[in-house]
């Protein structure tokens, strides 16, 4: 069969991973190592969902814009006069040269370094030097209006751009409607972002994701986080989309002193914490005050660049008064991710074993990993 998928996932395979928790089969290794199932991820899943691309805070003012990649393809974020975010192609349509290949602050046009191309920043072709003859811009019969970038379509959520390339996803709102449920005791439009983190995974983005959904690793992992979120207190979520885990009775009252700013109405005694993923690559953690993104860019098969936002509630909670407390939880979360990173890495190295596909699932701690490859044997299909 010439189906890269079809060779890995064959109804009996799909049938086998289908099956409950408790007998049901992994993925194939073959999934998380062959550079072929990415290219077909990329076409089949990320081209064709809603995939979380870039941050409006990195956009702030007109003009700024932000080059970024969807699916393997190039996008770019761009702020409108009007204080709109929008999302294009990033690739000119005189002879297809990346546009963007920076990010700008304030630019009046985008402008193609190749042959000087320039587009306001509703993708509208404004300059053509020369197209009609040395000093002349213009070509009888050439018309700017046909000629403009290709437009992507987008939804800018709070500080974060959602982008579905294919445009015929399902409505954003229908496809995070579970994800918005479980947060919508929390006043998104109160975070305030504080700085960001980034890491390269040796790992493919698979792994990155199941690693998230389980807590069955907390007490050999992660001993700090376990202390505090004790991994047996955690609820399981898997609805559509929406996968991860919650835990009512974990956190500390303060992580140092002085408290930070709640969101409004989270009352003093709330320490809920909830570790949500929405399908395929964006998650938050969130609790009564703080909150952080993390967002994986698949690189290839077997390497993933991991972007971290922390961002806290109001203002006030960025004033340096603060700063120990703020401090306080980014070392956190740190420390938790960088122990994640070398298992990762052996993960992806033990996928070329051909052992590798006997591996089972725990029935009772790890139903969301388990339905996360579900998704995905899913959207490939
Ligand atoms: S390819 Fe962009 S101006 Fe020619
Ligand atoms: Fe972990």
Aim: charged share 20%; glycine share 8%.
């Amino acid at each position: 069969m010439n189906d890269v998928i079809a060779r890995y996932l064959d109804a009996a395979t799909r049938a086998a991973v289908a099956a409950p928790t408790k007998t049901a089969a992994s993925l194939p290794p073959g999934l998380y190592t062959d550079p072929a199932v990415f290219e077909a991820e990329n076409q089949r899943l990320f081209a064709r969902t809603w995939m979380c691309a870039g941050y409006a805070h990195e956009v702030p003012n007109p003009g700024d814009a932000l080059p970024s990649t969807v699916a393997g393809l190039p996008v770019v974020f761009v702020r409108g006069r009007d204080g709109v975010v929008r999302c294009f192609h990033n690739v000119c349509p005189h002879r297809g040269n990346k546009v963007v290949t920076r990010p700008l602050k304030g630019a009046p046009t985008l402008v193609c370094r190749y042959h000087g191309w320039g587009f306001d920043h509703q993708g509208a072709l404004k300059l053509t030097p020369h197209w009609g003859g040395y000093g002349k811009p213009n070509d009888a019969g050439f018309d700017r209006a046909c000629h403009g970038l290709t437009p992507v379509r987008m939804v800018h959520w709070h500080d974060w751009l959602f982008v579905n390339l294919s445009g015929d996803a399902p409505s954003f709102e229908t496809f995070m409607a579970p994800f918005a449920r479980h947060l919508e005791a929390h006043d998104l439009s109160r975070l305030r972002h504080e700085s960001a983190a980034t890491f390269n995974i040796g790992a493919n983005w698979k792994l990155v994701e199941e690693n998230f959904l389980e807590v069955l690793h907390l007490p050999t992992v992660h001993r700090g986080l376990n202390a505090v979120a004790p991994f047996q207190e955690h609820e399981l979520v898997l609805e559509d989309a929406c996968l991860g885990t919650i835990i009512r009775t974990g956190l500390p009252e303060s992580w140092a002193d002085p408290a930070l700013p709640r969101f409004p109405g989270v009352a003093a005694d709330n320490r809920t914490a909830f570790n949500l993923a929405l399908f395929p690559t964006f998650k938050l953690v969130v609790g009564p005050d703080h909150c952080a993104s993390m967002i994986e860019f698949p690189v290839d098969a077997s390497h993933t660049h991991q972007r971290w936002d922390f961002y806290f509630v109001g203002d006030e909670a960025l004033h340096d008064r603060y700063g120990p407390t703020r401090r306080a939880i980014i070392d956190f979360f740190s420390e938790v991710n960088s122990e994640d990173i070398g298992i990762l890495e052996d993960m992806q190295a033990t996928r070329a074993s051909p052992v590798a596909a006997n591996t089972v699932f725990s029935a009772t701690w790890e139903p969301v990993v388990h339905g996360f490859q579900k998704l995905v044997a899913r959207s490939l299909a």
